[in-house]
């Protein structure tokens, strides 16, 4: 299929829109009005422009407030069409969208739509351009795909088709199941957007929140399979008014808006084979059948479900190493590996490999000096670690090869957003091969009980949500959860929770909506990648256990305050006994509907920059803690002051 993107979608003027979208190898673009009237250069020469990338002008969009207007008004607005006829032929253009109109002078005939749309197709037939008309959520008359199928099957006009746009469908809940009736070569234009459910005004929600299809909650993959199962065969486009997307770096946005798209495709021919086959959809089989054979849809590596962390790796340099070192220790975990040939340690705990590079002129660290103490890599669980990596190589990741030294295995490895490393690993195999025995630097600390990686969570620059979340959507294959906001003392923290069926590979993503949180100032502190972990939560199955053992070895835990207990006791049904005991250790509680605890407690930071949490999950538990984050993030701020103070 053609791919096109909207240039309302991203940041930059038009020709450095223009740039970007050819460099993420789309076949075209929807120009959207206000960029060609801004634009320094003629028609001609953004059609040569345009041309010199490899880009077609897909489609000129908007054209408002047209149909179903009182005849003064539609003679009018036929000449005010005449003359962009004459700008699309410059352009070499060949389609233009007509959106349904929401002026009040407007009046809700459908015959009357219907002939002046008809009358409008004939003028764009005599020039060789095509309408395509779409439904707007708001329109006065027309908000549904129905009722604009209907008006262009009224019109009946070669020139005149239909567009449909998931944003307008899927805001309203409208059912797109009826679009798969619709003949597919009356279809002319397809544009998709997700967008993530929001209680608001549909045109603000519409302007300012949509998102690429992989970042929202709107179930795009069903609304294009309909297309498809209708026999569409045109473009495949984006069209994204994302508040957001108009600041973030163009070249970040394309690629991610591309990955979309590979993403959606090859989701979409999962179902179609599906119904192709099972025979469990009779009446759709043949389409889908013929879908499949008609469209060359991305075909990556299938997904696989992931594991969980298999090891996390920290780039630092030798002060920050030795620190870090003791951190671990104190937290019980054993060092139990020198690396062969470089200055790399490993520690290791349950099923828990952390390792500390301080390797000089190493990528790790590298990294330190542009962001300071961060993880740089980590280590994912694959059943096929090849074929993972080349899943997300097929979904747009640069894929990674670090320098071998002797007897090293090159394990598969992509790039993450941001930077870090993400390599994939079988379950059940070790660094050890590549670590020999260490010197003991220290008496072997006590274990703590600390089983895995429950989860990561990763402090992100505001631009940088967006990409993530469809990282790991599509390549890691998580599904979004939760998303809250979330009260520091100095603003609000939105943090995403991400987790695979499976519930061993879990990431939350937290974004600062304030300049003066913690977490703004240390993705500030990360500078130009912007951003880096936040905290690892590690797991055990006696939490009472592990914080006593790690604080007799020295961890500090962030302390809670007294009120928080009292407000415990009274909220939930907790043993008193028991709360007085989280109390003395500073665990912090959560419970939900279904009888499912969570018993947590923070470590204070390492750096000024991450910390560890401690979790202990019961009877299905399958949050993060989200009630506690207020009363965290205070009793973080007053430990920094009081820290600062004592400078
Ligand atoms: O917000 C708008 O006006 C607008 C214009 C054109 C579109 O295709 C659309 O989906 C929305
Ligand atoms: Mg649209």
Same mark, same amino acid.
């Given at each position: ?28 673009? @929807?120009?959207? @009005? ?71 002078? =407007?009046?809700?005939?459908?015959? $009357? ?11 764009? =037939? ?152 099972? #025979? ?35 780039? !630092? ?107 994939? !690993? ?12 260490? !010197? ?41 959860? @939760? ?44 500078? $130009? ?41 009274? $909220? ?52 993060? #803690?989200?009630?506690?984050?207020? !009363? ?16």
């Amino acid at each position: 299929m053609r791919r096109s993107i909207a240039t309302v979608s991203l940041s930059g003027t038009l020709r450095q829109k223009l740039e970007a979208i050819a460099a993420a190898r789309f076949d075209g673009i @929807e120009l959207f @009005e206000p960029d060609f009237i801004s634009f320094t250069g003629s028609a001609r020469e953004l059609r040569q422009q345009a041309a010199d990338l490899g880009l077609g002008i897909d489609l000129y969009q908007p054209f408002r407030d047209f149909e179903g207007m009182p005849d003064d008004l539609f003679r009018r607005s036929l000449d005010r069409a005449e003359r962009k006829f004459d700008v699309m032929q410059e352009l070499g253009c060949p389609l233009m969208l007509v959106c349904s109109n929401t002026s009040p002078a =407007s009046l809700g005939d459908a015959e $009357r739509a219907a002939a002046q749309l008809h009358e409008l197709a004939e003028r764009a =037939s005599r020039r060789n351009l095509r309408i395509g008309y779409e439904a707007l959520a708001w329109g006065k008359w027309v908000n549904l795909y129905r009722q604009a199928w209907n008006i262009v099957e009224k019109a009946d006009h070669p020139h005149l088709g239909l567009i449909l746009d998931s944003f307008h469908t899927l805001s309203l809940r409208d059912d797109p199941m009826g679009i798969a009736d619709i003949p597919g070569e009356r279809i002319f234009f397809v544009q998709m957007a997700d967008a993530p459910l929001l209680a608001m005004d549909v045109i603000q929600w519409a302007r300012h929140h949509r998102n690429f299809p992989g970042q929202g909650q709107l179930d795009v993959v069903t609304f294009f399979e309909q297309a498809l199962l209708a026999g569409y065969t045109g473009n495949l486009s984006l069209e994204i008014f994302n508040d957001v997307f108009r600041e973030t770096p163009n070249r970040r946005t394309a690629l991610d808006a591309m990955r979309s798209l590979l993403f959606l495709e090859s989701e979409c021919k999962n179902r179609l084979a599906a119904r192709a086959q099972e #025979g469990t959809d009779e009446a759709r089989a043949p389409a889908a059948t013929r879908a499949l054979q008609r469209l060359d849809l991305a075909t990556p590596p299938a997904a696989q479900p992931l594991g969980g962390f298999s090891f996390i790796e920290f780039g !630092v340099d030798e002060a920050t190493g030795q620190a870090l070192a003791s951190t671990f220790q104190a937290l019980g975990f054993a060092h139990t590996g020198r690396h062969r040939s470089k200055a790399v340690d490993l520690f290791c705990q349950g099923d828990i490999q952390f390792v500390i590079n301080t390797q000089p002129g190493s990528e790790a660290r590298q990294r330190f000096e542009e962001l300071g103490p961060s993880v740089c890599a980590m280590g994912l669980v694959a059943p096929d670690p090849v074929q993972a990596a080349n899943r997300a190589v097929a979904l747009l990741s640069a894929r990674h090869t670090s320098p071998l030294g002797p007897n090293e295995l090159q394990l598969p490895a992509i790039i993450s957003p941001g930077g870090a490393v993400v390599h994939f !690993v079988r379950a059940g195999s070790t660094l050890d091969a590549d670590f020999v025995a260490p !010197v003991p630097r220290a008496p072997a600390p006590q274990a703590g009980g600390l089983t895995h990686v429950d989860h990561m969570a990763l402090a992100l620059a505001h631009d940088q949500l967006d990409t993530w979340t469809l990282f790991a959507q599509s390549i890691l294959g998580l599904g979004a959860g @939760e998303s809250l906001e979330l009260a520091d003392p100095f603003g609000l923290v939105r943090s995403c929770a991400l987790t695979n069926a499976q519930r061993n590979l879990r990431l939350v993503l937290n974004v600062s909506k304030s300049q003066r949180t913690r977490t703004a100032q240390q993705v500030r502190a990360t500078g $130009r990648s912007g951003g880096g972990v936040h905290h690892i939560a590690l797991a055990t199955q006696d939490i009472f256990a592990t914080v006593q053992t790690l604080q007799a070895q020295g961890v500090k835990w962030l302390p809670i305050s007294p009120n928080y207990y009292e407000d415990l006791l009274a $909220r939930l049904d907790l043993d008193e006994a028991l709360v007085r005991r989280m109390q003395t250790l500073n665990i912090v509680a959560d419970v939900s509907p279904g009888g499912g605890r969570f018993l947590h407690a923070y470590t204070e930071p390492f750096a000024d920059r991450f910390f560890f949490e401690v979790v202990q999950r019961e009877g299905g538990y399958d949050g993060y #803690g989200a009630v506690n984050a207020a !009363v965290r993030m205070a009793a973080q701020e007053n430990a920094h002051q009081r820290a600062s103070a004592g400078q």
